[in-house]
């Protein structure tokens, strides 16, 4: 699955020249906490609501609430930037492993998708997890099959002939390599009329059957 397969492409941008405020409105109205700055279009920077909530204000302690909101009406956004932070970015040809692994890397939740020079969209974790669950088949309907089974040539294809042969089709496939176990890990997602007959067969053949869940 590639980046631009999960990405949005309605992202939200602000200029360098727009306020504190402006930000914060930005950032609450859409409930998000990274905006990509924009000069035209290219991306000069990110802000967070992190940045935001940590400007430095230069105020008399006994300043309003009021007071405090035009400080920050006329702080603008050029003036508060981080000047050493590295952008982060991910291509819409990327595969979506890549952008995990970046926001894992960075510590951030959420990556600008650039082409060409261009932000063409922003990938989130939630993105992640919702192909993660896509990936998984959470929400589909079939029976999911754990099992194990030794890492050898042939064993994934045991499998799957068995499956065939009993009228099955396999929807989705993941493995899981657990540290510690010799074991690989096999998480199955099929679709058949019968599935206790293809249980049946697996363990005849010794395959190590963990559980079985049937959604309906």
Do not use: W
């Amino acid at each position: 699955m590639r980046v631009r397969d999960i990405m949005s492409t309605d992202v939200k941008k602000i200029s360098p020249d727009a306020s504190v405020i402006d930000a914060f409105a930005l950032m609450n109205e859409n409930n998000i906490r990274r905006l990509p700055i924009m000069e035209g279009d290219k991306l000069v920077g990110i802000v967070t609501m992190s940045d935001l909530e940590n400007v430095p204000v230069n105020k008399p302690s006994t300043l309003s609430f009021f007071g405090t909101s035009y400080l920050l009406e006329k702080t603008m956004l050029k003036d508060i930037m981080p000047k050493n932070r590295e952008v982060i970015t991910v291509g819409p040809e990327d595969y979506l492993e890549t952008a995990a692994s970046l926001m894992r890397k960075h510590r951030i939740s959420s990556l600008p998708v650039v082409a060409e020079d261009t932000v063409v969209g922003i990938i989130t974790e939630t993105d992640v997890f919702d192909a993660l669950i896509r990936i998984m088949g959470v929400d589909s309907r079939g029976t999911r099959i754990d099992l194990k089974l030794e890492d050898r040539p042939g064993e994934l294809a045991k499998v799957a002939t068995i499956i065939s042969d009993s009228g099955g089709n396999i929807a989705n496939i993941v493995r899981i390599d657990i540290p510690g176990q010799e074991k690989v890990h096999l998480v199955l997602r099929i679709t058949c009329p019968n599935s206790e007959n293809i249980i049946a067969r697996l363990e005849e053949e010794g395959f190590e059957i963990e559980s079985v869940i049937v959604k309906h």
